[in-house]
């Protein structure tokens, strides 16, 4: 198993572009995340799925839209992206939706520049 | 709302004990996480309490206090590769998808 793989790993955007960041997982894992992390504010949640053709908020949303067509694949688009958006990005899986104490596997994050 | 406390740094010598305190408040609980995050890498799953006491797995134990809103997790015979980011996480209250996170204790393992 590769696990969750995330593309690309760094990149480099300039104001007002849009782009996608890929995330697939080959686990069969129901639920899958999005987060990103910045210094001093730790990991925050973007938006997440529980399945295929189902996504919902998380706490930072704004800016970032997400689908989820199959279950391996859940990409994350930047609309028109900012400075702001400047951050590591890092895509997670787990098994079960309703199972809370089950871990969650991260991908090896995508380094997102902003000028 | 909820709120999670850790300590921002630790240092501590190669072989020795460390203990890395969290504490939280949350309406609701439904189990603390630990990670570890090398630098420049992806977190990684430590360990998951739910019942008050200790779980040892190896080097590694985690602690919880549910009445005290407190955990702690102790790496034991400290090795050098065990420099990195510990990251203490719990459930949003009310909602099993959306986990609340830390900002993570820097710990840095001296010779």
């Known amino acids: 198993n590769a696990g969750v793989t995330q593309t690309p790993k760094f990149q480099v955007l300039k104001t007002g572009q849009s782009m996608t960041l890929q995330c697939a997982q080959d686990?069969?894992?129901?639920?899958m995340s999005w987060y990103r992390q910045d210094p001093g504010m730790g990991l925050r949640l973007i938006h997440y799925?529980?399945?295929?053709?189902?996504?919902d908020q998380g706490e930072v949303p704004n800016g970032y839209n997400v689908s989820r067509s199959t279950t391996e694949d859940f990409p994350l688009r930047l609309l028109s992206a900012a400075p702001s958006q400047t951050s590591v990005y890092f895509c997670?899986?787990?098994?079960?939706?309703?199972?809370?104490?089950?871990?969650?596997?991260f991908g090896p994050g995508t380094r997102l520049t902003v000028t | 709302g909820q709120n999670i406390d850790q300590p921002t740094e630790m240092t501590a010598t190669e072989g020795a004990i460390v203990q890395i305190n969290c504490t939280y408040q949350?309406?609701?609980?439904?189990?603390l996480f630990w990670y570890q995050q090398h630098a420049g890498e992806a977190p990684t799953f430590l360990s998951y309490?739910?019942l008050d006491g200790l779980e040892e797995k190896g080097r590694f134990s985690s602690f919880l206090s549910r009445s005290k809103g407190y955990s702690y997790l102790l790496l034991k015979e400290l090795q050098m590769k065990d420099s990195a980011s510990y990251l203490c996480a719990v459930p949003l209250a009310g909602n099993n998808r959306k986990l609340i996170w830390g900002l993570g204790t820097s710990l840095a393992v001296n010779p």
């Open positions: 799925s529980v399945g295929a053709g189902i996504t």
């Open positions: 686990m069969n894992h129901e639920y």
């Open positions: 309490n739910v």
């Open positions: 997670a899986s787990r098994a079960n939706w309703g199972e809370v104490r089950l871990e969650q596997y």
């Open positions: 949350t309406s609701g609980f439904n189990g």
